[in-house]
Structure formats: structure tokens, C-alpha cells
């Protein structure tokens, strides 16, 4: 008998096609974001699901499905899914790691670019029509090149963030990460491991990429902030919960941080109201891997590894193997 998937994001017709081959697809379609409910009800006598960062996987969800063997997600994080449960069901999961990494590290630097110089605040003015004269101090804001680059999250887009920034625009960097890399690596990348309150204090443009989970829950809060320079930069492409989202409005509109570059948010796609309406903050609707071949590259392997999990083959990677 054929192993029955739901599909439960739109996906690309390739995704459909390879998982077609070899299981009943069951596929939601158009712009569908399913409820849990609806989840749940679509998931009945499925083997294997492809989710997207949208659909949360959990405990009472795996309960109610017992028939689910994997959970095959197109993101690298994967906060949205209770691993333990998965584990403690024999549910196997996996992610797309490496993949997405040099587009989404592309993003974090064109965010750290954007809020420094100002550009939205320049685009926004120009539309407006507000933009009268060229002034020695127009939307003068701060430099990025031979600053010091802080990266909090010291994983794999934190090292590409590391490489443009050394590389690229000759900068110091710093990191702090819950284990320290090798000295092979800090020596590639000439980055220094220093403490978190350290990270703060120097860094100039502080890019956040550290997985989210209830330990780095807004880890990024008012005591963080005001130990960050009033000139910084603040970059998250990570996950919104792990910033304060209104102590980090209120350190933008007092001056006591200078600008913000935000692709994600706590309660996205909602975005905070204190957020929208500053504007030394640069935002984007959670883009950081949105390229073509990304996001082809990220639905293929989803779909690999949901073919080998059902399959009995070594998924490429397993999350809990
Ligand atoms: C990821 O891959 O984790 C991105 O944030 C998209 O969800």
C-alpha cells in the first residue's frame, strides 16, 4: 500500500511531482495557511508531512496523529516543532540547513547595510517628496566598513555573516555563541569569542542569528539594549522572539539605540504597532532565504528527506536520527 503525505504549504510542482512518485499526496493549495485544527483533520491517516516555519507541530498534534512517521520542514529553524515529542514518538524530523545559508547571511548584510546608511528612511523621504536640498548632515547615519561587526549566534549563517564582514568590508569580529568554535575557524574569520555583555558593548552593527527557544526568549530586552552603544545597529534574522520588540522601540524613538533591521517579528506577519511608525528601523516580511534557487534548493531537500524517511533510506538531514 502507498504511504499517504500531506503537504500542507503550497509547494513547488517539483516538490509534488517527486512526492507523487511514491505516496498518496494529499496538497493544500493557493495561499492556505492551515488552522491546527485544519491541520490536524488533513494530517489523519498521513505518514509523513511537509510543513513550512507556519505549521506548528506539536505534543497533543502527534497524539492525535499516531499514524505519522516524519515531519519534514522547509526552514532551517525549527523552533515550531516539540522535537522531544517527535523523538519520544519515534517521529522523525528533519530541516534544510546549509542550503539557505550565503542568501539568508545576503540579507542579514543588506538589513545591516539598509539601517546604518539610512536607506529606507532616504526612500521613504524621497517618495514623499520630502527630500528639498543635498545638506552636509542629510541622513547622515553610520559607517559599516572597518566598524566592529558583533554576531550573536556563532552557527553556520553567523559564520557567512562573519566572511562578508571581514572580507568584504574589513571589519573587527566579535561573537559570542554557547560554545566557542574551533581555533582553525576563529583564526579563518580573525572573529573573537567574547562574553555576551562584552559582544554588547563594542559592537557597532550587532547581528542577531541564534536559534530561538525558550532560553534566548527575548534574550534581547531592555538590560541588552542599554548596555548596546547609542550609535549601534541592531540586525535580527533569526527568530522576532528573541528581541523585546518594545523595549527595542523604545530604545530606537529615545535615541539610546541608533537604527534597527528587522525580517522577523514575535507575532509575524502582526508586526508590532510601536515598530512601524519609527524611522531608524528597516523591516521585511521574514525574506531572509526568499531567492528563487533558495527557496527551490530548501523545497527539494524537504522533499528528499521525506522521500528517504518513508522509504527507509537515511534522510539527508535528520533533526532526531
Ligand atoms: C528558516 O529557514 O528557518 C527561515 O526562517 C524560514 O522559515
Known sequence: ????????????????????????VDAVDGATVLTPAELRERLQGKDGVYITGTERITAELLDA?????????M????????????????????????????????????LLMAAARRMSEGERMLRDGQWKSWA???????????TTLGILGMGRIGQAIARRGRFGFG??????????LPAQIETELAAR??????????????????PYSAESHHCMAAPELARM???ATLVNIARGGIVDENALAAALREGRLAAAGLDVFEGEPQVNPALLTLPNVVLTPHIGSAT???????????????????????PPTPLNP
Request: with cysteine; aromatic share 6%.
Open 1 to 24: 500500500m502507498r504511504k499517504k503525505v500531506l503537504v500542507a504549504r503550497r509547494a513547488p510542482a517539483a516538490v509534488i511531482e517527486k512526492l507523487s512518485a511514491q505516496f498518496d
Open 65 to 73: 496523529c499516531p499514524q505519522l512517521r516524519a515531519v519534514c520542514t
Open 75 to 110: 526552514s532551517v529553524g525549527y523552533n515550531h516543532i516539540d522535537l522531544a515529542a517527535c523523538t519520544a514518538r519515534r517521529v522523525l524530523v528533519t530541516n534544510t540547513p546549509d542550503v539557505l545559508t550565503e542568501t539568508t547571511a545576503d540579507l542579514g548584510f543588506a
Open 136 to 146: 552636509w548632515d542629510f541622513l547622515a547615519g553610520a559607517d559599516v566598513h572597518g
Open 171 to 180: 571589519m573587527r569580529v566579535v561573537y559570542h555563541n554557547r560554545s566557542r
Open 193 to 210: 569569542f567574547l562574553s555576551k555583555d562584552e559582544l554588547l558593548a563594542v559592537a557597532d552593527h550587532l547581528v542577531l542569528v541564534l
Open 229 to 231: 552603544k547609542p550609535t
Open 292 to 314: 528563487m534557487p533558495t527557496r527551490l534548493a530548501m523545497a527539494g531537500l524537504a522533499a528528499d528527506n521525506l522521500v528517504a524517511a518513508l522509504t527507509g533510506a537515511t
